[in-house]
């Protein structure tokens, strides 16, 4: 038996342990959720259409993960305008694995998996020491410091850059990065640096720095 869905803005046809990536969707891993959309059951030849979808039909499937998909890179140039734009996406995608197809307003068979909730609440339920304060890692310790050191002083507006707004030159700033020099002064070891801890794209960090440059003359 095969069914096509919708979801996300898209269709797809799905049979039985059929695993896919569809865009995400609320849930844990584990959990069953149930597809209602459906366009389209059969089995064979024998095909049953929906008007747009089949009455009582629902496709369950299991949460495998929760992730994103690869960076995409959309770049907006205007010839002659001294205009250009590059901005990165990653969509939210929810990879799932198709247990069974349902109709008739049948419920799903399968259950979601156990979760170690059981064994919270025996410790709960067990006398407690007084905990410690734990200390952060020396790894998130350093996450949580700036990237860079802020020099003295207000700094330059760096949205005179063509691509960096108001939202992206305050999170440049909370990273130490507030002049064009600093900009300007980037190493490509630094390009990746920023790239790997902020929303920004490598290409994005190495054009501005060749604006920065300009800027500085």
Do not use: C
């Not at 969707?25 to 008007?51: C, R, S, Y």
């Not at 996406?89 to 399968?110: D, Y």
């Not at 760096?158 to 440049?172: D, E, M, N, R, S």
């Amino acid at each position: 038996m095969f069914a096509v869905i919708k979801t996300g803005g898209k269709q797809y046809r799905v049979a039985a342990d059929d695993v896919l990536k569809i865009e995400k969707l609320d849930g844990e891993p584990g959990d069953i959720i149930q597809i209602g959309n459906v366009l389209a059951v059969g089995e064979g030849e024998d095909v049953t259409f929906g008007a747009p979808f089949v009455d009582g039909a629902t496709v369950a499937a299991e949460v495998v993960e929760q992730g994103r998909g690869p960076k995409v890179i959309a770049f907006k140039k205007r010839r002659r305008q001294n205009s250009r734009r590059k901005r990165g996406h990653r969509q939210l995608l929810t990879t799932v694995r198709i247990s069974e197809i349902l109709t008739g307003g049948a419920k799903p068979s399968k259950k979601a998996a156990a979760k170690p909730a059981a064994k919270a609440e025996d410790k709960a339920a067990a006398p407690k020491k007084a905990a410690a304060p734990k200390k952060a890692s020396p790894k998130a310790e350093a996450a949580a410091q700036p990237l860079f050191s802020a020099p003295e002083g207000e700094g330059d507006d760096l949205t005179k850059i063509k691509g960096i707004g108001p939202v992206a030159a305050g999170q440049l700033k909370e990273q130490g990065i507030a002049t064009f020099a600093q900009i300007a002064a980037l190493s490509d070891d630094d390009v990746a640096r920023i790239d790997e801890a902020m929303p920004f794209s490598a290409e994005q960090i190495s054009d501005w720095r060749e604006q920065a440059k300009e800027l500085t003359k």
